[in-house]
């Protein structure tokens, strides 16, 4: 049957060998299962979103579980999928901003426009217009989005660590109590997981949160909590789209529902060359069965939205399964089910997750190794450098991802206007200008 299903004879592998790869895989991104619930269960400033920690952790995994199925059976690659580091940051911001505009409990608008950015990009998918969404931001742009997101993350992981902290005549300081526990916990945590990432042991973000969290325990920061059981709350349906019917809301909605369909298209987009050129997958540069992996990209994160979490997308860390050995879907298959096995440890999960300084180090190192998309920026064409760079300090600076992009997405097209090459901006780039500019002049936050 696995023969059948796989075709592992022909991808020159084994059933062994695959499950293998799909464990390493799982461990390579198995801390989203402790940021995850974290991120979403509270906003940047620590306020609760409104989002029950335990409803997040139980669509975190069911959600995983059934992308990662996907894209074994139908498109038959070992990428796995989950919310995305980036998206639930971006989620988060969009709860932010609804909440002062005056929308009743925001997370369930957030989680409307998510569902519906996921129906959008199943209707891309099948339409075959994804291109033209890919093709309108250019990769300076692109790359600028990832930059600034990887920042921000760090920025945040910073800030929850207690390492650095507002200061009466400043915006930051560090903090002068570097024996905080807190910071302590973090530094260490820090280190750890730099030494093991530098010895290339796998997992190493999810063993440097296991020992973070064993410190906590040990200081008596943490309580134990145990290690099996459930999830007590869920999230089943609880999103609202019906506001950006209305009149005098949509415009607000609407630049957030672009920027949540942007994101999916150009992580996933992103993440399946970068496999499947380190697989060797592609043939004449095209990726075979790249519909039915979008398809399995797009069902992830509508179904993730009607379960309660944020964006679905393709992740990088599944090339760490294909440089063990994966080159089937049975590494995805292998991956889904591990993550849906761990909603067996809810209470471990939460125990780790209520400690912000725990989970600080994983947010500062996955937001380095965002920021290395820095050097695909085309730094000698000021009409593309000064956009990306504007998204890159926006973000984190006006602590939003959406008002960020908002400075890069509208400089771009001016820019090019006055250089004479407004030909090089597509009339969807203009509009999403346009409503930005839109939404800021008559929508003011």
Same mark, same amino acid.
């Given at each position: ?64 579980? %059934? ?149 906590? %325990? ?228």
């Amino acid at each position: 049957m696995l023969e059948r299903l796989f075709r592992l004879g022909e991808n020159r592998t084994r059933v062994r060998t695959e499950v293998l790869a799909g464990v390493t895989t799982f461990m390579t991104m198995s801390y989203i299962l402790f940021v995850q619930p974290a991120v979403l269960s509270t906003d940047f400033a620590g306020n609760p979103t409104g989002i029950p920690h335990d409803a997040v952790l139980l669509a975190t995994c069911l959600a995983s579980c %059934l992308a990662c199925l996907l894209m074994g059976l139908l498109a038959n690659y070992p990428i796995a999928q989950a919310p995305g580091m980036g998206e639930n940051f971006y989620f988060v911001s969009v709860v932010m901003g609804l909440t002062a505009a005056g929308f009743p409990e925001a997370w369930k608008v957030a989680l409307g426009l998510t569902f519906l950015a996921g129906v959008l990009f199943l209707l891309l998918t099948v339409g075959r217009a994804r291109v033209a969404l890919i093709d309108g931001v250019s990769p300076s742009l692109k790359n600028g989005i990832a930059v600034g997101i990887g920042i921000f993350i760090a920025f945040i992981g910073l800030r929850n660590s207690g390492l650095v902290v507002s200061a009466p005549g400043t915006l930051l300081r560090l903090n002068p109590d570097v024996t905080d526990p807190g910071v302590v916990i973090f530094l260490a945590g820090l280190l750890f997981t730099g030494m093991l990432m530098i010895l290339r042991v796998r997992g190493a973000i999810l063993w440097g949160i296991l020992s973070a969290a064993v410190l906590a %325990l040990l200081t008596g920061q943490q309580t134990w909590h145990g290690v099996m059981g459930l999830p007590r709350e869920h999230a089943f349906l609880a999103f609202d789209f019906h506001w950006v019917l209305r009149p005098e809301t949509y415009m607000i909605l609407f630049p957030y529902l672009l920027v949540f369909l942007f994101m999916d298209v150009f992580d996933t987009t992103g993440t399946l060359i970068a496999v499947a050129e380190q697989g060797g997958f592609l043939k004449g540069n095209q990726l075979p069965r790249a519909q039915r992996a979008l398809y399995s990209d797009a069902l992830g994160t509508t179904v993730g939205a009607c379960l309660g979490t944020s964006t679905v997308t393709s992740y990088i860390e599944s090339s760490a399964g294909v440089v063990a050995g994966g080159r089937t879907g049975l590494v995805s298959v292998t991956a889904g089910l591990l993550f849906l096995s761990a909603l067996f440890f809810t209470p471990l999960v939460e125990m780790v997750g209520g400690y912000p300084a725990i989970t600080a180090p994983a947010l500062v190192l996955v937001g380095c190794m965002m920021a290395r998309n820095t050097v695909r920026i085309d730094w000698d064409d000021v009409t593309e450098a000064v956009p990306a760079f504007l998204i890159m300090i926006g973000i984190p600076l006006t602590y939003s991802i959406s008002d960020g992009l908002a400075a890069g997405f509208v400089t771009y097209p001016v820019l090019k206007l006055i250089s004479g090459r407004g030909r090089e901006v597509t009339p969807l780039l203009y509009g999403v200008a346009a409503l930005f500019v839109a939404r800021y002049v008559f929508f003011p936050m």
